[in-house]
């Protein structure tokens, strides 16, 4: 069961860094 969670934990951060990258670009097109 803890190895699930590990698991989902790794996916979660995956998604916000790529978010978060996504953010970024976004900004750098408007300047």
């Known amino acids: 069961v803890g190895h ?3 698991v989902k934990l790794l ?3 995956q998604q ?3 978010q ?3 953010q ?3 900004h750098q ?3």
Do not use: S
């Open 20 to 22: 978060e990258q996504e």
């Open 24 to 26: 970024q670009q976004q």
């Open 4 to 6: 699930k969670i590990g």
């Open 16 to 18: 916000e860094q790529e």
């Open 11 to 13: 996916c979660t951060q």
């Open 29 to 31: 097109q408007l300047r």
